[in-house]
């Protein structure tokens, strides 16, 4: 039997060029959008929750260019994923910390949910695992693994704050979960499902 020639090599399980042109093309357009979305209507960024809104934002934007340039440095050639992922990881954390503070300190003057602490500390865990795993994974093959699961990761945060910062409605997914919960709560302790004071 003769050996796979080199296309048929490349189309192999292993081969990630695909997916990585793919999400390329879906990070900058992302990006992109959001930039635009915000430039065109600066009062989301404003007004009474301009910190939680500049949190929203700022998460996920890094997210998506986070996203964006692993798919670039997977691209290029060379074993160059694991030193790009722990760069990327540093300045997510950096950047994501420095949101979480703003937002902490902005709680004298606005009223901040107590689930950004879950969800910052959830984004900066991400961030973490990024550097730890890159660094440690030196494998091309493995690498390229692990940059397509970071940047499905990315996707998904950078598309759900994105939802919930210029989508209708009052709150994400992650909101009518947590309001849907704390409904159920109050009505397992016998007392209204909406919040509002028992009848006398």
Known sequence: MSPPLPQERSAGVGDYTNFYLGSVTVAGALAGL????????????????????????????????????????????????PAANLAF???????????????WRSRAQQAVG???????IFIMLVYLAQGVI??????????????ASLV??????????SWELL??????????FAEHASGLARRGRGGPADGSPPQQ
């Open 34 to 81: 959001l930039f635009v979305a915000l430039s065109v209507a600066p009062q989301r960024l404003s007004g009474g929750q301009s910190a939680e809104h500049q949190a929203i934002a700022g998460t996920a934007y890094t997210a998506l260019i986070d996203a964006l340039w692993i798919s670039l440095f997977a691209l290029r050639p060379g074993n160059v994923l």
């Open 89 to 103: 990881a540093i300045i997510g954390l950096i950047g994501t910390s420095r949101l979480a503070r703003r937002l």
């Open 114 to 120: 107590r689930r950004w602490l879950y969800l910052m």
């Open 134 to 147: 890159g660094a440690a994974v030196r494998r091309p093959d493995e690498a390229q693994a692990f940059g």
């Open 152 to 161: 499905t990761i990315f996707f998904a945060i950078g598309i759900a704050r």
């Open 167 to 176: 989508g209708p409605g009052r709150g994400g997914l992650i909101s009518e």
